[in-house]
């Protein structure tokens, strides 16, 4: 079983700064692409930022400058994608949602696996 668990939300004030962070866990043969999204409230669900195998970041631009994504592999197995979000605006109020593209064995072909959401609240 693959799990992908987000913490770090929460509620700041236009300006601040908080840190998102997905912890995966699992059966992880390789991680391709980890991703976070956003859900504002009455919108669709959009990519805000990514980072691949390889370290090549995207970003969406409305966050680009303001926002970084990172991602490290722990002794313990389990792998983390971090989002620093800085500058923060009312605008970036949603639920952020962490997904990555996952094989589970060398056999696997892989599957996109979501994580149930943190929410972030800015407030002007």
């Known amino acids: 079983q693959v799990q992908l668990v987000e913490s770090g939300g929460g509620s700041v004030q236009a300006g601040g700064s908080l840190r998102l962070s997905c912890a995966a866990s699992g059966s992880i043969f390789f991680l391709h692409n980890m991703t976070w999204y956003r859900q504002a409230p009455g919108k669709e669900r959009e990519l805000v930022a990514g980072?691949?195998?390889?370290?090549?970041?995207?970003?969406?631009d409305s966050v680009k400058g303001r926002f970084t994504i990172s991602s490290i592999s722990r002794e313990d197995a389990k792998n983390i994608v971090s989002l620093q979000m800085n500058n923060l605006k009312p605008e970036d109020t949603g639920v952020y949602y962490c997904?990555?593209?996952?094989?589970?064995?060398?056999?696997?072909?892989?599957?996109?696996?979501w994580g149930k959401g943190t929410l972030v609240i800015v407030s002007s």
């Open positions: 980072v691949s195998s390889i370290g090549s970041a995207n970003y969406l």
């Open positions: 997904s990555e593209f996952i094989r589970r064995t060398y056999a696997d072909a892989g599957m996109d696996y």
